[in-house]
């Protein structure tokens, strides 16, 4: 087992290495593709972690959580700008969105998000693997308690291994693997630092 998140945001799922990753992450294009009956087919063969980014009052954040979660979801992913709103949320199951790949609101909100988060139960962050300086950060604050999963991993910058070797228990991994994956072979040797064995 890779400690790969293989994020699945093409409607493509023929050829792709679903056995040897640790999670597949559905966003929204094969939920749009195949209805959100795809949760429940994917999770026979690997945990599912649904990827349409929460983002609303609690008690419908919450209703969308567990639906999620009732089709099969192992986790969903919320938005960390929430705050204590998340409150309402399966939380043992709901990775927080800390800061993204690109800039946003989070980049000056950083610590607020992740301790409000961790604080409320949240089963872990979301952090960039294209920003190894933060995620050591967060890593070095949080101590190896919550799972960290990092996407950013090829087009958009990270090299495979650079978010394990800096505090990530994960890499998320798009286009990089679904246009070749063969490239699965380059985490072969790679190790995260607080040694999560599951998402």
């Known amino acids: 087992m890779y400690p ?3 994020a699945l945001d093409t409607p493509r799922l023929e050829g ?3 056995e040897s990753v640790a999670a597949v992450k559905v966003g929204w294009t094969p939920i749009l593709e195949y209805g959100p009956e795809i949760i429940g087919r994917l999770s026979t ?8 980014k929460l983002a609303d009052v609690p008690h419908v954040a ?3 959580a567990r639906r999620l979660i009732d089709r099969g979801a192992c986790c969903v992913i919320a938005h960390g700008f929430l705050g204590r709103s ?6 043992e199951r709901v990775y927080v969105v800390a800061k993204m790949t690109v800039p946003t609101f989070y980049d000056a909100h950083l610590e607020d998000v992740v301790f409000t988060a961790l604080d409320l139960g949240a089963r872990g962050l979301v952090l960039p693997a294209n920003d190894p300086a933060t995620l050591r950060r967060v890593r070095e604050a949080v101590g190896c308690g919550p799972p960290i999963i990092s996407p950013g991993v090829g087009p958009q910058g990270a090299a495979p291994g650079d978010a394990l070797r800096n505090g990530a228990s994960f890499e998320i991994v798009g286009r990089f693997l679904v246009e070749d994956p063969r490239r699965l072979e380059l985490w072969r040797e790679v190790k995260p630092t607080c040694g999560h064995t599951s998402p």
């Open 4 to 6: 790969v998140i293989l």
């Open 62 to 64: 919450g209703e969308v």
């Open 45 to 52: 063969r690997v945990p599912v972690i649904v990827d349409i």
């Open 16 to 18: 792709l290495p679903l």
């Open 86 to 91: 998340l409150r309402d949320l399966p939380l």
